[in-house]
């Protein structure tokens, strides 16, 4: 009696997991919500989180290549940029021409006070990822009076850097390497998912399939919120 009831559970057991696939299958095709899946990645010197509609689970690795992609190429060309000697034509991708337009805006909106050529000066402090050092005087005014963004010029075709100086995009490139993917992902057909990268967020589609993305803020009279 005892074995007949213990195969009468396992088929029933069987049977349910048979009906869950069926159904699975059927709501993945009609196109109702199933469920969210969630990608945890390291990129961009911190931790993305992808947050993601189940049924665009073949298209997730996709989307994380091409932020990688993406990341190594700007990365590549503000290499490129900084090592380059003075007075030299240099050709960069439409990103990272992309994140210098957008660079200058803001650096002439802030008075200079936004300048992705002050990593010329931090870096001698061991920024940002080396160990902590106090650089001497003189070089420490050397790679001042080679800071700023007036230092390096688009003419629509090249780069020309007039001196010694260098260029990270770090600030902006997050953002933008956020809103690129998400437009990817986008193209691909992924339509509910959220995207952040370190506070660098973009969300899309539907939560849970059924509501919109509500984006609050922690303390609306704090004048620093």
């Not at 936004?114 to 420490?140: Q, R």
């Not at 660098?200 to 803020?217: E, P, R």
């Amino acid at each position: 009696m005892k074995k007949k009831v213990i195969f009468i559970l396992l088929v029933m057991l069987f049977c349910a997991c048979l009906l869950y696939m069926q159904i699975n299958k059927q709501a993945k095709n009609s196109g109702i919500y199933t469920g969210i899946s969630e990608k945890i990645f390291f990129a961009m010197g911190t931790v993305v989180n992808i947050i993601y509609d189940s049924r665009d689970e073949d298209k997730i690795l996709e989307a994380v290549l091409f932020m990688d992609n993406l990341s190594r190429q700007i990365k590549a060309d503000e290499a490129k940029l900084s090592l380059s000697e003075n007075n030299i034509p240099i050709i960069l991708s439409i990103e990272s021409v992309n994140l210098y337009r957008h660079a200058r805006e803001m650096y002439k909106l802030s008075q200079g006070r936004y300048d992705p050529t002050v990593i010329t000066v931090s870096k001698l402090y061991g920024f940002p990822d080396k160990e902590w050092m106090l650089p001497d005087n003189a070089a420490l005014e050397k790679a001042k009076a080679n800071t700023g963004l007036g230092n390096i010029f688009y003419n629509e075709k090249y780069f020309i850097k007039k001196k010694d100086t260098e260029i990270d995009f770090s600030a902006g490139s997050k953002g933008y390497i956020v809103d690129k993917t998400a437009q990817y992902m986008k193209k691909m057909g992924m339509k509910n998912f959220i995207v952040n990268a370190g506070g660098d967020m973009y969300a899309d589609g539907l939560k849970y399939g059924t509501n919109s993305f509500k984006v609050y803020i922690e303390k609306p009279g704090d004048k620093q919120s």
